[in-house]
């Protein structure tokens, strides 16, 4: 099938050192690619070539993860997570600190000192047995970020893949099938209520401890955070917080001018 809409981009994409390519899971949503799949032409191709590709053309890959959803950098000799994270500075993408967020993660690269230096963290330190549902990345906070990047070194030797699904599908499934569902969450809105540890709990997918979640040490400074955010609480007992967010939006217009569902 024809890849439609991008032609252009998809041959303006590839250079004497990258191809289109592709991967078994890819799959073709609305004739078009998901995802878009990026390889090396020679199987040597290392972070340096793969940073200057990306400073010449990251206007093109974030146009790209508009239009196809995803784009896979794959079959590229990235040997750490370093390499991965001087590969994004030059993307044009901007960091954002990861506040408000329900995933107990450990640093790999950069400091806590948020926004000053590239940060890598790990996914989820939970255990494989705790699922991670499909969720979008802080739709529970009022300033979501725009992009998410994920680096595997190594693949897990079964399982370990990472599934993505592509929200402006959802959005016209649940139209199609709930959209009574739909048009109330539209009119209302959603808000989403926790009952957050005061220490981590990496047993857990969504374990984040308030302490973690805004790198705060006192229920002061929590308090502070979560009234940035609209956010209202109550302290309980054990030194757990049950948070209620402000009322959200379920759906959002993407940057392509269609509508997404947005909930987490
Ligand atoms: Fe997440």
């Excluded at 949503?29 to 878009?36: C, Q, V």
């Excluded at 300033?143 to 079964?158: G, L, M, Q, R, W």
């Excluded at 109550?234 to 509508?259: A, F, H, M, Y």
Aim: net charge negative; with cysteine; hydrophobic share 35%.
């Amino acid at each position: 099938m024809d890849p439609q809409p991008s032609n252009h981009l998809l041959s303006s994409l590839e250079t004497p050192l990258v191809q289109v390519s592709s991967i078994p899971e890819q799959i073709i949503i609305k004739s078009s690619y998901f995802p878009l799949v990026l390889s090396p032409r020679s199987p040597s191709m290392n972070f340096l070539q793969l940073q200057e590709y990306f400073i010449a053309n990251h206007t093109k890959i974030l146009e790209a993860a508009s239009q196809f959803g995803a784009v896979m950098f794959s079959g590229f000799d990235i040997r750490s997570a370093e390499e991965w994270a001087s590969i994004l500075f030059k993307s044009g993408m901007k960091e954002m600190p990861y506040i408000g967020g329900a995933a107990v993660r450990r640093l790999i690269v950069g400091t806590e000192e948020r926004l000053l230096n590239p940060q890598i963290v790990t996914t989820n330190e939970s255990p494989p047995s705790q699922v991670i549902p499909f969720h979008h990345e802080l739709a529970q906070t009022p300033d979501p970020c725009s992009h998410i990047s994920f680096f595997c070194a190594e693949n897990t030797s079964e399982g370990g893949s990472t599934p993505l699904l592509r929200s402006d599908i959802i959005y016209d499934w649940l139209k199609e099938n709930h959209s009574k569902l739909l048009d109330e969450s539209e009119k209302h809105g959603v808000q989403y209520v926790r009952v957050v540890p005061e220490v981590d709990d990496p047993e857990s997918a969504i374990g984040r401890s308030w302490k973690s979640m805004f790198n705060v040490k006192t229920k002061e400074e929590a308090e502070v955070a979560m009234k940035a955010k609209g956010w209202t609480w109550q302290w309980l007992e054990n030194g757990d917080c049950r948070t209620v967010s402000r009322l959200l939006p379920s759906t959002i217009v993407n940057s392509k001018g269609t509508k997404s569902f947005s909930i987490r």
